[in-house]
């Protein structure tokens, strides 16, 4: 049976692989259509999203809606995840065994989506791609993945802290639109070109 975005999410709801579960009081799978050409992957849920099971619900998702506005989209064009689906304690980050165990759920999410464009949001999701880098050296610069690209920003909490960051995340925002055409005039990627989210291989991973 083909993966769905409805049951990966029914899995998640009651998934038990590593503590967050006990704590939880809603899972947050993700949501949006699987046919965008954008994901946006943050970090964790927080207090709001655990209560309404759904992310980016608090101040960093009304910021986040401003973001996808200035671009001519809305929230509901767009499949907005995060790295771990149950709110990790106090809001803290989350730990890499937590990461480790919604990993399957995260890489099904993509492969049913195939998205052109992937955002991470924060460097908890940017360090799937981009294990060794800094998000303040690297926000923004996209970087081909296969038949993809996958650009590192900020997360919107950052630019809530910070009118300096908070401007650098609209300029990496505004780009999106010229990619996804980029991507959409691509053929198919070479055969030793294909995407491995775990590779740091710099002759696979060429820069856009």
Not at 36 to 62: H, N, T, W
Not at 101 to 120: G, S
Request: charged share 25%.
């Amino acid at each position: 049976m083909p993966d769905s975005l409805d049951l990966i999410a029914q899995e998640i709801a009651s998934c038990t692989k590593c503590p967050l579960h006990q704590g939880r009081t809603n899972t947050v799978p993700g949501e949006g259509p699987a046919t965008s050409d954008i994901m946006l992957i943050g970090e964790g849920p927080g207090f709001y999203e655990d209560q309404s099971g759904r992310p980016f619900v608090g101040a960093s998702g009304r910021f986040l809606e401003e973001l996808l506005q200035g671009i001519g989209l809305s929230r509901e064009m767009v499949f907005i995840g995060n790295v771990v689906k149950c709110r990790p304690p106090e809001n803290r980050d989350p730990a890499a065994d937590e990461i480790a165990a919604c990993k399957a759920y995260l890489d099904r999410q993509i492969e049913t989506i195939d998205p052109k464009v992937i955002v991470t949001l924060g460097r908890f999701s940017m360090a799937r791609w981009f294990p060794k880098a800094r998000i303040s050296k690297i926000h923004g610069q996209p970087r081909r993945f296969g038949s993809r690209l996958v650009v590192p920003m900020y997360h919107p909490a950052a630019g809530l802290r910070s009118p300096k960051v908070k401007e650098e995340i609209v300029l990496d925002f505004n780009q999106l639109p010229a990619l996804i055409d980029q991507v959409k005039s691509w053929g198919e990627p070479p055969q030793d070109d294909a995407e491995d989210p775990d590779s740091d291989d710099p002759v696979q991973l060429s820069l856009f």
